[in-house]
C-alpha cells in the first residue's frame, strides 16, 4: 500500500514540475480607460467629471486631469459649449469639465470624449419628467410627502430635508445650513447602504446643489394607482459649536424630492455591493460597478427635483 502511494505521490510531483514549464500566454491584458461621471439635470451648470483609469500593475506619471481630452456634449442634438477648471470655479472642482447651463424635462444629453491611444466612449440619457406638486407635513422629527404621479413607471423617488438654523446670544447671532439625516440609516460603511425598501446615499454638493446630503431612495414599484408616499424619520446635521451657554436658535426646513432613473439607481446600488458588503473584509468584488458608458466606465444620469420654500415646523 505504501509503495502505491509513493507511486502516485511521484506522479503529482513530476505532472506539477511539467506544468511549471508551461507559459500561461493566453491572460486578459489590463488597458487604459475613459471613466465618466455626470449628472444632468436642473442645476444652474452641468459639472463632468472625466478620468483615465490606470490598470493594476502600472503607472501613470502625467496628470490625472484631461485638460486636451476631446470632449463633445449634446442636448437634444445641439452641440453645447463645454468648458475646463483648470482651478476651482464656483461649485466646480479643479480638473473637471462643465456647462454653464442646466437641463430641462425629457431632454436627451449626448456625451462623447477621446483622448490618444484610449478607446474613445460614448453615453446618453435622458432628464426625468418632473416630479409633480406634493403635499407634504414636517415636524422637528419627522418629514411626509404625498403626491399623484403620471409618469412613475421605472422612476426612482429621492427625499432630503434641508434645515437652517440661525443661532443668536446677546446681540451676535450665525446662521449655518445642513442636510438632516435618517435618524434610522441603512447600516454600510461609505454613507450608502441598501435597505429592504429603499438605498440610503450621500450624494457630493457639486453635483446635486449644496453641502453632501443624505438621499432617502424608493422605487416607484412599492407604490399602486400613481399615488406616492415618502416617509422618513429625521436625524440632525453636523453644526458648529459657535456659542458657550444659552443661547436662542430658530431652524427653517426645505423639503426636495428628486426623480432618478433606473440606470442612477443601478449604478448607486453596485457601488454600496462593492464598497459595503466586502470591502469591510479587506476584499474587492471581481465584478466591475454598473456603467452605461460605452467603451469605458461611469455613468450619465440624468434626474430632477422639486423643493418647497423655507417652511417652519410644527411643534410636537
Known sequence: MKTIKHIICLTLLCLLFQACEIEIADYPQASTKLFLQCCPGPQDTTVIQLYRTIPIGSRY??????????L?????????????????????????????TGMY????????????????????TSVPAEIPDFQYEISE??????????????????????CERT??????????TGYLTPIQEASGTTGMAINKNYLDM?????????????????????????????HMDLGDAFWLNVFRGEYDEVR??????????????????????????????????????YSNV???????????????????????
Open 61 to 70: 506619471e502625467g496628470s490625472p486631469y484631461l485638460s486636451d481630452a476631446n
Open 72 to 100: 463633445q456634449v449634446k442636448v437634444n442634438g445641439v452641440i453645447q459649449r463645454v468648458e475646463y477648471a483648470d482651478r476651482w470655479v464656483g461649485s466646480v472642482p479643479t480638473g473637471c469639465w462643465f456647462m454653464p
Open 105 to 124: 424635462d425629457n431632454d436627451v444629453v449626448e456625451i462623447e470624449a477621446s483622448i490618444k491611444g484610449v478607446e474613445p466612449i460614448h453615453a446618453t
Open 141 to 162: 422629527g419627522v418629514v411626509s410627502v404625498s403626491f399623484t404621479d403620471n409618469h412613475q413607471e421605472k422612476s426612482w423617488y429621492g427625499l432630503a430635508v434641508i
Open 167 to 176: 443661532v443668536s446670544q446677546n446681540d451676535s447671532s450665525y446662521v449655518e
Open 202 to 230: 450621500g450624494f457630493n454638493g457639486w453635483a446635486f446643489g449644496g453641502r453632501r446630503s443624505v438621499v432617502r431612495i424608493w422605487s416607484s414599484d412599492l407604490f399602486e394607482n400613481n399615488k406616492v408616499n415618502l
Open 252 to 289: 427653517r426646513y426645505k423639503v426636495r424630492v428628486y426623480r432618478f432613473p433606473t440606470e442612477f439607481y443601478k449604478y448607486a446600488a453596485s457601488l454600496n455591493n462593492m464598497h459595503d458588503r466586502y470591502a469591510i473584509y479587506g476584499f474587492l468584488r471581481t465584478d466591475v460597478s
Open 294 to 316: 460605452t467603451g469605458g466606465f461611469g455613468i450619465l444620469s440624468g434626474w430632477n427635483v422639486k423643493e418647497t420654500d423655507w417652511i417652519y415646523p410644527k411643534k410636537d
